[in-house]
T-cell receptor, first 115, second 111 residues
Protein backbone atom coordinates (compact mmCIF):
# COMPACT_ATOMS: atom_id res chain seq x y z
CA UNK A 1 0.00 0.00 0.00
CA UNK A 2 1.66 3.23 -1.17
CA UNK A 3 1.82 5.95 1.41
CA UNK A 4 1.67 9.68 0.81
CA UNK A 5 4.00 10.74 -1.98
CA UNK A 6 5.33 14.21 -2.78
CA UNK A 7 7.31 15.75 -5.62
CA UNK A 8 9.82 17.13 -6.11
CA UNK A 9 12.07 16.16 -3.20
CA UNK A 10 14.13 19.32 -3.32
CA UNK A 11 13.68 22.64 -5.07
CA UNK A 12 15.74 25.82 -5.31
CA UNK A 13 14.03 29.02 -6.45
CA UNK A 14 14.85 32.71 -6.62
CA UNK A 15 12.98 35.45 -4.76
CA UNK A 16 9.91 36.58 -6.69
CA UNK A 17 9.48 33.31 -8.58
CA UNK A 18 6.52 30.96 -8.36
CA UNK A 19 6.57 27.29 -7.33
CA UNK A 20 4.20 24.32 -7.54
CA UNK A 21 4.48 21.32 -5.22
CA UNK A 22 2.58 18.08 -5.73
CA UNK A 23 1.09 15.45 -3.45
CA UNK A 24 -0.62 12.10 -3.90
CA UNK A 25 -2.54 10.90 -0.84
CA UNK A 26 -2.45 7.47 0.73
CA UNK A 27 -4.70 5.02 -1.08
CA UNK A 28 -8.32 5.46 -0.02
CA UNK A 29 -7.77 8.85 1.65
CA UNK A 30 -9.92 11.74 0.45
CA UNK A 31 -8.61 14.70 2.47
CA UNK A 32 -5.30 16.46 1.91
CA UNK A 33 -3.68 19.02 4.20
CA UNK A 34 -0.54 21.08 3.62
CA UNK A 35 1.90 22.15 6.32
CA UNK A 36 5.01 24.33 6.38
CA UNK A 37 7.87 23.33 8.69
CA UNK A 38 10.69 25.78 9.30
CA UNK A 39 13.97 24.45 10.65
CA UNK A 40 13.69 23.52 14.33
CA UNK A 41 9.93 24.18 14.44
CA UNK A 42 6.82 22.06 14.39
CA UNK A 43 4.70 21.94 11.21
CA UNK A 44 2.31 24.88 10.68
CA UNK A 45 -1.05 24.29 9.01
CA UNK A 46 -1.46 26.03 5.64
CA UNK A 47 -4.81 24.68 4.35
CA UNK A 48 -6.89 21.58 3.78
CA UNK A 49 -8.73 20.27 0.74
CA UNK A 50 -11.73 17.96 0.65
CA UNK A 51 -13.96 17.22 -2.35
CA UNK A 52 -11.84 19.58 -4.44
CA UNK A 53 -12.54 22.58 -2.22
CA UNK A 54 -10.48 24.43 0.37
CA UNK A 55 -12.15 23.57 3.65
CA UNK A 56 -9.96 25.41 6.14
CA UNK A 57 -7.03 27.80 6.01
CA UNK A 58 -4.29 28.71 8.48
CA UNK A 59 -2.57 32.07 8.91
CA UNK A 60 -0.88 32.19 5.53
CA UNK A 61 -1.15 34.97 2.92
CA UNK A 62 -3.01 34.66 -0.37
CA UNK A 63 0.33 33.99 -2.09
CA UNK A 64 -0.26 30.43 -0.94
CA UNK A 65 -2.95 28.68 -2.96
CA UNK A 66 -3.88 25.13 -3.72
CA UNK A 67 -5.96 22.74 -5.69
CA UNK A 68 -7.34 19.23 -5.32
CA UNK A 69 -8.07 17.02 -8.31
CA UNK A 70 -10.86 14.44 -8.74
CA UNK A 71 -8.38 11.63 -7.93
CA UNK A 72 -7.71 13.39 -4.54
CA UNK A 73 -4.16 14.44 -5.44
CA UNK A 74 -3.27 18.02 -4.65
CA UNK A 75 -1.01 20.91 -5.56
CA UNK A 76 0.38 23.75 -3.46
CA UNK A 77 1.29 26.95 -5.29
CA UNK A 78 3.33 29.77 -3.83
CA UNK A 79 3.65 33.06 -5.74
CA UNK A 80 6.15 35.89 -5.31
CA UNK A 81 8.52 33.78 -3.23
CA UNK A 82 10.23 35.36 -0.23
CA UNK A 83 13.38 34.20 1.55
CA UNK A 84 11.17 33.34 4.53
CA UNK A 85 9.29 30.77 2.45
CA UNK A 86 12.31 28.47 2.65
CA UNK A 87 11.09 25.42 4.57
CA UNK A 88 10.06 21.77 4.39
CA UNK A 89 6.57 21.56 2.89
CA UNK A 90 4.60 18.57 4.10
CA UNK A 91 1.48 17.01 2.68
CA UNK A 92 -0.75 14.91 4.90
CA UNK A 93 -3.70 12.77 3.98
CA UNK A 94 -6.46 11.44 6.19
CA UNK A 95 -9.70 9.50 6.21
CA UNK A 96 -12.24 9.84 8.97
CA UNK A 97 -13.64 6.39 9.64
CA UNK A 98 -15.43 7.35 12.84
CA UNK A 99 -15.23 9.80 15.73
CA UNK A 100 -12.73 7.58 17.56
CA UNK A 101 -10.80 6.33 14.57
CA UNK A 102 -8.69 8.99 12.95
CA UNK A 103 -5.12 9.06 11.68
CA UNK A 104 -3.26 11.58 9.58
CA UNK A 105 -0.27 10.39 7.56
CA UNK A 106 2.48 12.61 6.24
CA UNK A 107 4.54 12.42 3.09
CA UNK A 108 8.34 12.78 2.98
CA UNK A 109 8.11 16.50 2.23
CA UNK A 110 9.54 18.90 -0.34
CA UNK A 111 12.53 20.96 0.78
CA UNK A 112 12.16 24.45 -0.77
CA UNK A 113 15.11 26.82 -0.69
CA UNK A 114 14.58 30.42 -1.81
CA UNK A 115 17.72 32.39 -2.66
CA UNK B 1 -5.95 30.06 21.64
CA UNK B 2 -5.11 26.38 21.13
CA UNK B 3 -1.50 25.68 22.08
CA UNK B 4 0.96 22.80 22.53
CA UNK B 5 4.17 22.95 24.58
CA UNK B 6 6.71 20.13 24.59
CA UNK B 7 9.50 19.53 27.09
CA UNK B 8 12.36 19.08 27.28
CA UNK B 9 13.55 20.62 24.00
CA UNK B 10 16.36 18.07 23.84
CA UNK B 11 17.15 14.89 25.76
CA UNK B 12 20.25 12.75 25.72
CA UNK B 13 19.98 9.19 27.09
CA UNK B 14 22.26 6.22 27.39
CA UNK B 15 21.05 3.04 25.72
CA UNK B 16 18.69 1.28 28.14
CA UNK B 17 18.02 4.42 30.22
CA UNK B 18 14.23 4.88 30.33
CA UNK B 19 12.66 8.35 30.37
CA UNK B 20 9.53 10.36 29.48
CA UNK B 21 8.73 13.22 27.14
CA UNK B 22 6.03 15.73 28.07
CA UNK B 23 3.36 17.42 25.95
CA UNK B 24 1.20 20.06 27.65
CA UNK B 25 -1.79 21.37 25.74
CA UNK B 26 -4.52 23.98 25.84
CA UNK B 27 -7.38 23.32 23.48
CA UNK B 28 -11.05 24.24 23.26
CA UNK B 29 -12.38 20.70 23.28
CA UNK B 30 -9.86 17.95 22.50
CA UNK B 31 -10.82 15.68 19.61
CA UNK B 32 -7.48 13.87 19.57
CA UNK B 33 -3.84 14.09 20.61
CA UNK B 34 -1.23 12.77 18.21
CA UNK B 35 2.37 11.63 18.58
CA UNK B 36 4.74 11.53 15.62
CA UNK B 37 8.39 10.59 15.16
CA UNK B 38 10.44 12.64 12.69
CA UNK B 39 13.90 11.78 11.38
CA UNK B 40 16.08 14.61 9.99
CA UNK B 41 14.86 15.90 6.62
CA UNK B 42 11.91 13.49 6.50
CA UNK B 43 8.18 13.69 7.07
CA UNK B 44 6.63 12.87 10.46
CA UNK B 45 5.85 9.19 11.02
CA UNK B 46 2.55 8.49 12.77
CA UNK B 47 2.84 6.75 16.17
CA UNK B 48 -0.37 7.14 18.21
CA UNK B 49 -3.70 8.94 18.52
CA UNK B 50 -5.20 9.34 22.00
CA UNK B 51 -8.78 10.50 22.42
CA UNK B 52 -9.73 10.67 26.11
CA UNK B 53 -8.10 11.14 29.52
CA UNK B 54 -6.85 7.89 30.97
CA UNK B 55 -6.23 6.31 27.59
CA UNK B 56 -2.90 4.54 26.98
CA UNK B 57 -1.35 3.09 23.82
CA UNK B 58 1.85 1.10 23.32
CA UNK B 59 4.13 0.31 20.41
CA UNK B 60 7.36 -1.58 20.99
CA UNK B 61 9.40 0.52 23.49
CA UNK B 62 6.99 3.47 23.38
CA UNK B 63 3.93 4.07 25.55
CA UNK B 64 1.73 7.16 25.31
CA UNK B 65 -0.63 8.33 28.06
CA UNK B 66 -3.16 11.16 28.23
CA UNK B 67 -4.61 13.36 30.98
CA UNK B 68 -6.88 16.40 30.68
CA UNK B 69 -3.90 18.75 30.46
CA UNK B 70 -0.94 16.76 29.18
CA UNK B 71 0.38 13.66 27.50
CA UNK B 72 3.51 11.66 28.17
CA UNK B 73 5.54 9.54 25.81
CA UNK B 74 7.39 6.96 27.89
CA UNK B 75 10.43 5.33 26.30
CA UNK B 76 11.50 2.09 27.95
CA UNK B 77 15.07 0.79 27.50
CA UNK B 78 15.71 2.96 24.42
CA UNK B 79 18.06 1.96 21.62
CA UNK B 80 20.16 4.23 19.37
CA UNK B 81 17.63 3.74 16.56
CA UNK B 82 15.03 5.53 18.73
CA UNK B 83 16.99 8.76 18.22
CA UNK B 84 14.71 11.26 16.45
CA UNK B 85 12.53 14.30 17.07
CA UNK B 86 9.21 13.42 18.69
CA UNK B 87 6.33 15.73 17.83
CA UNK B 88 3.05 16.13 19.69
CA UNK B 89 -0.05 17.64 18.06
CA UNK B 90 -3.67 18.28 19.05
CA UNK B 91 -6.86 18.47 17.07
CA UNK B 92 -9.82 20.42 18.40
CA UNK B 93 -13.49 19.78 17.79
CA UNK B 94 -14.88 21.93 15.00
CA UNK B 95 -11.41 22.39 13.48
CA UNK B 96 -11.86 19.80 10.74
CA UNK B 97 -8.58 17.88 10.57
CA UNK B 98 -6.17 20.71 11.36
CA UNK B 99 -3.34 19.67 13.70
CA UNK B 100 -1.58 22.13 16.01
CA UNK B 101 1.98 21.00 16.70
CA UNK B 102 4.50 21.62 19.43
CA UNK B 103 8.12 22.29 18.54
CA UNK B 104 9.19 18.76 19.40
CA UNK B 105 11.70 17.00 21.63
CA UNK B 106 15.01 16.00 20.06
CA UNK B 107 16.00 12.64 21.54
CA UNK B 108 19.54 11.27 21.23
CA UNK B 109 20.24 7.75 22.51
CA UNK B 110 23.90 6.92 22.84
CA UNK B 111 25.22 3.32 22.74
Amino acid sequence: DAGVTQSPTHLIKTRGQQVTLRCSPKSGHDTVSWYQQALGQGPQFIFQYYEEEERQRGNFPDRFSGHQFPNYSSELNVNALLLGDSALYLCASSLVVGPMDYEQYFGPGTRLTVT
Amino acid sequence: EDQVTQSPEALRLQEGESSSLNCSYTVSGLRGLFWYRQDPGKGPEFLFTLYSAGEEKEKERLKATLTKKESFLHITAPKPEDSATYLCAVQAYGATNKLIFGTGTLLAVQP
